[in-house]
């Protein structure tokens, strides 16, 4: 947009923050209010294509319906015209959050081997996991939750010393219990954080949400995403079809109930993932060790189920998860993706999709090396989980030795019965 008057209404424009693929994000001031906003208009290209600017108000509109601490609140939404030219512009004021984002506290910190502490992981996914859930309950999945979509409040830093979480960004947000058609590539979401259904173009349910949150729980404890790729297409198909690896074997130090959680929250069916973020952050407290925040509530959690590697009881093949009927496969979608896949911004904006670089701007050519990452310095677990623990793997082995034996058995009786059978005549 041009910025030569500085102004929207009473809105004084002071710096540009960011921007995306459908808008850019500035700081301002509220001239009569006196106070700091956040402004975010949608690119100048957009502004006659009524779609966009539907698009822009349901965002606006989806947001304004949420009041809760840990999601950004609006304040006001206005499509107005500015003397210099004759196009409309389209913006939402939001609150101001001084502070960086997720992403950015990752790349300090998880990416150059500072694992955060039990004690941050918890507290962090605890913020998170409430917001979620309460959008939830209010009828809407975010569909697009990922680090550089949670603002961390510096000036609120009581309980993450990293600064309080605050989830914003719901431009490809879904009202739950509303049909939708499939998915288009515009919707699909960012492809490092994207689930397997998303992918496939069904719109997703809360699950997806609990996918992401997944992914980045994988990326603080190992320092990378689970999944990276060339182009947007190769982590879509990842996505769909590769299980993540373990990332107990990128950070040996990590406790392996954590491991098992993350591999849960990663399941490529929906229905083996955690049913909501607060079983899923009381699993992650449970896993470290550390008690279950009282403000989660009574989170429904299964200590068995959540102990069984997610490749053990997840079967899932790609055409196979029982998913509702879509009449655009999960090719098609792909292959629509990364026709999108190219910056949608004006030219010198920032490009939708960022795969194929690592943070720090060079190029991803395939697993980072492995190196040596500070313990999680979880407590060992107590001596009747560690009973129950070994009384499991003795039942486990002795199940699969009687199978050995009679596997055996059947066997020898098999090649006995088959040769009596075609030998030859003498």
């Known amino acids: ?47 006659e294509d009524p779609n966009f600017i539907t698009r822009f108000e349901r965002e606006a509109q989806l947001i304004a319906s949420l009041h809760h601490p840990n999601i950004v609140q609006i304040h006001d939404f206005q499509i107005t015209r500015i003397p210099e030219s004759t196009t409309p512009i389209a913006y939402m004021v939001m609150d101001y959050i001084e502070g960086g984002t997720l992403d950015e506290y990752i790349a300090s910190t998880s990416a150059r081997g500072k694992i955060p502490s039990p004690t941050q992981i918890v507290h962090l996914f605890t913020s998170m996991s409430l917001a979620i859930d309460y959008a939830h309950q209010q009828g809407m999945i975010h569909r697009d939750i990922k680090p550089a979509n949670i603002l961390l409040d510096k000036n609120n830093t009581t309980r993450n010393p990293m600064g309080e979480p605050i989830l914003t960004d719901f431009g490809v947000a879904k ?45 603080m404890v190992t320092g990378v995403p689970p999944f990276r790729g060339d182009t947007p297409v190769n982590v879509f198909t990842q996505h769909l079809n590769v299980t993540p690896t373990s990332p107990a074997l990128i950070n040996p130090s990590l406790p ?97 999709y960022q795969v194929a670089t690592t943070r720090d701007g060079t190029a991803k050519t395939g697993d980072p090396q492995a190196t040596p990452l500070p313990a999680m310095h979880s407590p060992s677990p107590p001596p009747s989980q560690q009973r129950r623990r070994w009384r499991t793997l003795y039942g486990v082995v002795a199940a699969l030795i009687i199978i050995a034996v009679l596997g055996s058995a059947v066997l020898v009786y098999f090649l006995k019965y088959t040769t009596a059978q075609v030998s030859p005549a003498l």
Not at 10 to 38: F, I, P, S
Not at 189 to 204: H, I, K
Not at 306 to 326: E, R, V
């Open 1 to 47: 947009m041009s910025t030569n008057s500085q102004r929207l209404g009473k809105y004084e424009l002071l710096e540009r923050l960011g921007q995306g693929g459908m808008a850019e994000v500035w700081k301002a001031r509220d001239t009569l209010l006196q106070r700091y906003v956040a402004i975010k208009i949608l690119h100048a290209n957009l502004q």
């Open 175 to 219: 009202l739950l219990g509303v049909t939708s058609s499939t998915l288009s590539a515009s919707q699909l979401g960012t492809p490092l954080y994207v689930s397997p259904e998303q992918v496939r173009g069904y719109p997703g349910n809360e699950r997806s949400d609990i996918y992401a949150l997944g992914v980045i729980l994988y990326e």
């Open 256 to 352: 392996t109930a954590l491991t098992l959680v993350i591999l849960k929250a990663l399941a490529k069916d929906p229905n083996e993932r955690f049913a909501s973020a607060a079983s899923m952050t009381a699993a992650i407290a449970e896993a470290l060790n550390m008690p279950v925040p009282e403000s989660l509530g009574q989170a429904a959690y299964s200590q068995d189920e959540a102990n069984m590697p997610t490749y053990l009881h997840s079967p899932w093949q790609l055409g196979t998860a029982p998913l509702p009927p879509s009449s655009t496969s999960g090719v098609d979608v792909i292959n629509r993706a990364a026709l999108h896949a190219t910056p949608s911004a004006p030219s010198g904006g920032a490009q939708v």
